[in-house]
């Protein structure tokens, strides 16, 4: 089992900045990635970026350039830095971890609670 529990959303103007953080705890050894996805009002839920265990990052297009993902292994915590927020990143915000048994080779993903962004114009 993994817990994963988030923190930083909150209400920002256009341009503005904010920086998410989720901190990971239970069998994070079994963790092969982290990510973040959103939620946005209307639309389906969507990736936003994700990194490896290795360290390897992939950032939505839509995104790419403005929002950067990065993970402190010390602190079992990924991190979700956005910049020139848009009125259109508004949304639900999910961390997820990609969790691995090594014994059978399944895969399962766990979720966050979510945080909401909101960015006004």
């Known amino acids: 089992q993994v817990q994963l529990v988030e923190s930083g959303g909150g209400l920002v103007q256009a341009g503005g900045s904010l920086r998410l953080s989720c901190a990971a705890s239970?069998?994070?050894?079994?963790?092969?990635?982290l990510g973040w996805y959103r939620h946005p009002p209307g639309k389906q839920r969507e990736v936003v970026a994700t990194i490896s265990s290795a360290g390897r990052t992939n950032t939505a297009d839509s995104v790419k350039g403005r929002f950067t993902i990065s993970r402190d292994n010390a602190k079992n915590t990924v991190y979700l830095q956005m910049n020139s927020l848009l009125p259109e990143d508004t949304a639900v915000y999910y961390c997820n971890a990609r969790s691995k048994n090594t014994r059978w080779g399944t895969e399962y993903d766990y979720w966050g609670q979510g945080t909401q962004v909101t960015v006004s114009s």
């Open positions: 239970g069998s994070i050894f079994s963790i092969i990635a």
